[in-house]
């Protein structure tokens, strides 16, 4: 171990300088405005592991963004290990509420605070530390599959796994995009959420009216909405929609005052739903209004809206059908429209929830490494997000080990302003892959 963590640190600077360069590209996959980005950011990743000495680097077309392939061969008969992480990003949000400019890498106090340091660049830069410790010759074969269009739910994935079943065949997959129990403690996430979300439009009137001559005999269908939206929960905060599954929470203790200083809840306002921190995060369904589109506030008119627009989305846990779980959604909003209003539903994202069972002596390889680069044991941990991909590799490759890592901490921010990425913690997960390559090999 002495050699390979010496070798680690030997890479860092490179590996940091590389995910410098990548958050300085805005590859938004949700936003068409930066498709060149997109482009430009699968690009820039070819070029680095095409210059580690891959055999092959392509780039994988589903029909979406591009995905990054690159192969590098090893020993015969060693085990192939497919290393996953995405390169594309969320917006910013509020530009201004970020400290320093969400494209410009900053470090500061020991973390890297950027769009994408931690989602998911941080997760492409540990593949490439681990790599680059073994001058781009692993001990075990190496596929890289870095994705393009996670952050809006991995549409052409299905396409991709089928079109490319050969390039995306291994013996573990390790997918570098979850977050660790906390700075110093890594985890392997074992569950996951997965996702279901639409856009509902509810109609009211054929025209805006004056609110005055007709408010109070007639509907507007922004109340109508709002009306709707409202009935996704019970009094408690628990989901109402018939028909979601609910799982069983592991006895984890998640304590309340991190539960606060990480989410920042503002004083007096109060936690929603029944059961366990753990149980709600990780094994209850759960339920958000994401958008309203409605007349922002300095341009409204004594106008009684025709017709109102919003996105919803529900997690899901581990044994729900996902497919079903958007028709309980679509049937929820039909069902209680008030007034008799008009409501129409665009099915959008349907990514399957996952569960990963860590048994067998490549479990146990990667269960060691993470304990020497670390100093103590990775907690079995589920998440509240959701990663597609992690349930598309099980059902599609029956008896290969899928491991999900972590370069991330509660602290990231992930999706969030000023998201960042402990330094301490990405060398700790770089020697961590580092060891787990070196085990797997025997």
């Given at each position: 171990?002495?050699?390979?963590?010496?070798?680690?640190?030997?890479?860092?600077?490179?590996?940091?300088?590389?995910?410098?360069?990548?958050?300085?590209?805005?590859?938004?996959?949700?936003?068409?405005?930066?498709?060149?980005?997109?482009?430009?950011?699968?690009?820039?990743?070819?070029?680095?592991?095409?210059?580690?000495?891959?055999?092959?680097?392509?780039?994988?077309?589903?029909?979406?963004?591009?995905?990054?392939?690159?192969?590098?061969?090893?020993?015969?008969?060693?085990?192939?290990?497919?290393?996953?992480?995405?390169?594309?990003?969320?917006?910013?949000?509020?530009?201004?509420?970020?400290?320093?400019?969400?494209?410009?890498?900053?470090?500061?106090?020991?973390?890297?605070?950027?769009?994408?340091?931690?989602?998911?660049?941080?997760?492409?830069?540990?593949?490439?530390?681990?790599?680059?410790?073994?001058?781009?010759?692993?001990?075990?074969?190496?596929?890289?599959?870095?994705?393009?269009e996670e952050e809006v739910g991995s549409p052409t994935m299905p396409t991709l796994l089928d079109r490319y079943r050969d390039e995306l065949a291994a013996d573990v997959y390790v997918v570098a995009d979850s977050v660790n129990w906390e700075v110093g403690k890594p985890?392997?996430?074992?569950?996951?959420?997965?996702?279901?979300?639409?856009?509902?439009?509810?109609?009211?009137?054929?025209?805006?009216?004056?609110?005055?001559?007709?408010?109070?005999?007639?509907?507007?269908?922004?109340?109508?909405?709002?009306?709707?939206?409202?009935?996704?929960?019970?009094?408690?905060?628990?989901?109402?929609?018939?028909?979601?599954?609910?799982?069983?929470?592991?006895?984890?203790?998640?304590?309340?005052?991190?539960?606060?200083?990480?989410?920042?809840?503002?004083?007096?306002?109060?936690?929603?739903?029944?059961?366990?921190?753990?149980?709600?995060?990780?094994?209850?369904?759960?339920?958000?209004?994401?958008?309203?589109?409605?007349?922002?506030?300095?341009?409204?008119?004594?106008?009684?809206?025709?017709?109102?627009?919003?996105?919803?989305?529900?997690?899901?846990?581990?044994?729900?059908?996902?497919?079903?779980?958007?028709?309980?959604?679509?049937?929820?909003?039909?069902?209680?429209?008030?007034?008799?209003?008009?409501?129409?539903?665009?099915?959008?994202?349907?990514?399957?929830?996952?569960?990963?069972?860590?048994?067998?002596?490549?479990?146990?390889?990667?269960?060691?490494?993470?304990?020497?680069?670390?100093?103590?044991?990775?907690?079995?941990?589920?998440?509240?997000?959701?990663?597609?991909?992690?349930?598309?590799?099980?059902?599609?490759?029956?008896?290969?080990?899928?491991?999900?890592?972590?370069?991330?901490?509660?602290?990231?921010?992930?999706?969030?302003?000023?998201?960042?990425?402990?330094?301490?913690?990405?060398?700790?997960?770089?020697?961590?892959?580092?060891?787990?390559?070196?085990?797997?090999?025997?």
């Amino acid at each position: 171990m002495t050699n390979l963590a010496w070798n680690v640190e030997r890479v860092l600077p490179s590996a940091i300088a590389d995910l410098h360069r990548l958050i300085s590209i805005p590859s938004i996959s949700s936003m068409p405005e930066h498709d060149a980005d997109v482009a430009a950011c699968a690009d820039a990743v070819s070029g680095l592991f095409r210059d580690l000495g891959a055999s092959e680097v392509k780039l994988l077309d589903g029909g979406g963004k591009p995905a990054v392939w690159a192969n590098f061969p090893g020993p015969e008969g060693s085990p192939t290990v497919l290393l996953y992480a995405h390169y594309d990003v969320q917006p910013t949000g509020d530009a201004d509420a970020w400290t320093s400019p969400a494209f410009e890498p900053t470090e500061r106090d020991g973390r890297l605070y950027a769009r994408g340091s931690a989602d998911d660049k941080g997760g492409v830069a540990l593949h490439l530390a681990a790599l680059r410790v073994f001058n781009g010759k692993p001990p075990v074969g190496v596929k890289v599959f870095i994705e393009g269009e996670e952050e809006v739910g991995s549409p052409t994935m299905p396409t991709l796994l089928d079109r490319y079943r050969d390039e995306l065949a291994a013996d573990v997959y390790v997918v570098a995009d979850s977050v660790n129990w906390e700075v110093g403690k890594p985890s392997l996430t074992t569950s996951l959420r997965g996702v279901a979300d639409c856009q509902v439009t509810v109609s009211t009137l054929a025209e805006g009216l004056h609110s005055g001559q007709f408010g109070g005999v007639v509907p507007d269908a922004l109340t109508a909405l709002c009306r709707l939206l409202a009935t996704l929960h019970d009094e408690a905060g628990n989901v109402a929609i018939e028909g979601l599954v609910t799982g069983t929470a592991p006895d984890l203790d998640y304590p309340e005052d991190r539960l606060l200083e990480e989410t920042g809840l503002l004083e007096g306002v109060s936690q929603i739903g029944d059961g366990s921190v753990v149980e709600r995060m990780w094994f209850k369904p759960a339920a958000s209004v994401l958008a309203i589109d409605a007349p922002p506030v300095a341009k409204a008119s004594n106008t009684l809206i025709p017709s109102a627009r919003a996105k919803a989305s529900v997690r899901l846990v581990p044994g729900q059908d996902p497919a079903a779980a958007a028709k309980a959604l679509e049937d929820h909003l039909r069902r209680n429209a008030p007034w008799g209003a008009h409501v129409d539903v665009v099915a959008g994202q349907c990514g399957a929830p996952g569960r990963i069972t860590l048994e067998g002596e490549r479990a146990e390889a990667a269960k060691t490494a993470f304990r020497e680069a670390f100093g103590v044991d990775a907690v079995e941990i589920g998440c509240g997000g959701s990663i597609p991909i992690v349930a598309e590799f099980a059902d599609r490759n029956p008896g290969a080990l899928v491991l999900v890592t972590a370069v991330t901490d509660p602290n990231s921010r992930m999706h969030g302003i000023d998201e960042s990425l402990d330094l301490g913690d990405f060398a700790k997960a770089a020697l961590a892959e580092t060891l787990l390559l070196n085990n797997l090999a025997g």
